[in-house]
């Protein structure tokens, strides 16, 4: 195999660049026949309406439902300020407070969920000034029974001991658990000879403070008949009253298998 011969080439060397003089000790005049640049400014934008678009009923009815079944974890003991976001009230809407109660916990921290029908009842206040049109908001959840065993007062976890009857936790028996009839007071709220209840159709109502939303504890409704029913002449006892003080401490779970 020949080689081929091999030429170095010397690359040429280049002439030194140009040393730019500093900005200020030279004044640079450019002949007249050189086009300057010019500004130009933008014509102002017209001005206009952002289009509302058109939300499909559908997506915000969705959106609705996920959010309805969110524990709340937070109470406001003290009152909150509202901020008016849209719209005004009027300077004639009457002054007073609107009361909401509802399941306001779903899932505890250690991985079981009840249904919405047995959370925690959570009791709301909406109180309107329209006068000056302020809205002041109070939360607070109804210490039941079945609050006081399932949360923590240290620490405010919550552990679903007890399922309800709508409900069965995770690693629970559908049978044996005879403590279903949990009261959570979940279902409504009822103002009533200047008290305040929360009220749920299997038990008795929880009676609170109007204006600090504490629980004062739990009404017996049949007691405090009986006792009315005594001073105006004694009380009668019939077949429902016993079937009643029967049927109590089993729905109740006092009777542990």
């Not at 050189?34 to 934008?45: D, F, H, K, L, Q």
């Not at 499909?56 to 406001?76: G, K, N």
């Not at 399922?163 to 009839?181: A, D, E, I, Q, Y």
């Not at 749920?200 to 017996?220: A, H, I, M, N, Q």
């Amino acid at each position: 195999m020949q080689a081929k011969t091999y030429h170095s080439t010397i690359p040429p060397k280049l002439p030194p660049p140009a040393k730019i003089p500093p900005p200020g000790k030279h004044n640079i005049s450019l002949p007249s026949n050189v086009p300057r640049a010019i500004s130009i400014t933008a014509p102002p934008t017209p001005s206009h309406e952002v289009p509302i678009l058109d939300v499909d009923d559908t997506v915000t009815a969705y959106w609705d439902y996920q959010f309805l079944f969110v524990s709340q974890r937070a109470e406001a003991a003290e009152p909150i300020n509202l901020r008016l976001v849209e719209g005004e009230i009027p300077l004639d809407f009457p002054s007073g407070t609107y009361y909401l109660t509802g399941p306001g916990l779903f899932s505890d921290d250690h991985g079981s969920t009840v249904h919405p029908l047995d959370g925690h009842g959570y009791l709301r206040a909406f109180t309107i000034d329209g006068t000056n049109g302020q809205v002041k908001f109070m939360a607070r959840y109804i210490q039941t029974e079945a609050q006081s065993e399932e949360r923590d007062p240290v620490t405010g976890k919550w552990r679903f001991t007890h399922r309800g009857p709508f409900s069965v936790l995770k690693g629970g028996k559908m049978v044996g658990n005879t403590k279903v009839m949990k009261n959570v007071a979940n279902t409504s709220v009822l103002r009533w000879g200047g008290r305040l209840f929360c009220l749920w159709e299997g038990g008795d109502p929880y009676e609170l403070e109007s204006g600090t939303l504490d629980t004062v504890g739990k009404f017996d409704v049949i007691k405090d008949d009986r006792e009315k029913m005594s001073d105006v002449g004694g009380l009668k006892v019939d077949v429902w009253d016993v079937a009643a003080e029967i049927l109590k401490p089993i729905l109740y779970g006092k009777y542990k298998s």
